[in-house]
C-alpha cells in the first residue's frame, strides 16, 4: 500500500512540474514579441549589472535617460502599465513586471518631488 502511495505521490509531482514548466514557456511565448516588456527586461538586466548602482535603476527599469523631461517619465509609465497591468496585459505572469514598474515610477516621484 504504502508503495502505491509513493507512486501516486510521484506521478503528482511529475504531472505538477510538467504543468508549471508547460504555463511558464506560455507566459514566456507571449510576452517575448512585446518590444515594450522587451526594452523592460534589458533595462532590467542592465541594472543588475551596473557597478555603479545597488540594484535596479528605475529610469532603467522605464527605458528612459535620467534627464528625460516629466512629463515623458509620466507618459511612459502609463504606456507600461497598460501593457503589464494583470487586468489588460493579455497574458498571465505580468503581475511582477507591473510591479516593478510601479516601484520604479514611485521611486522617481520621489526623487522629482512630485508628491
Do not use: C
Not at 50 to 62: E, R, W
Amino acid at each position: 500500500m504504502e508503495d502505491q502511495v509513493r507512486k501516486a505521490q510521484q506521478k503528482m509531482k511529475e504531472a505538477t512540474t510538467e504543468m508549471m514548466s508547460e504555463w511558464l514557456n506560455q507566459v514566456l511565448r507571449g510576452i517575448s514579441n512585446d518590444p515594450v516588456i522587451g526594452e523592460l527586461w534589458s533595462a532590467m538586466k542592465m541594472g543588475s549589472q551596473s557597478t555603479h548602482h545597488a540594484g535596479i535603476d528605475s529610469y532603467q527599469v522605464l527605458g528612459l535617460d535620467k534627464a528625460v523631461a516629466d512629463d515623458q517619465v509620466k507618459k511612459r509609465y502609463r504606456e507600461l502599465v497598460v501593457r503589464l497591468h494583470p487586468d489588460t496585459a493579455g497574458v498571465k505572469g505580468t503581475e511582477f513586471l507591473f510591479q516593478l514598474v510601479t516601484a520604479a515610477y514611485q521611486q522617481i516621484s520621489k526623487e522629482r518631488g512630485w508628491r
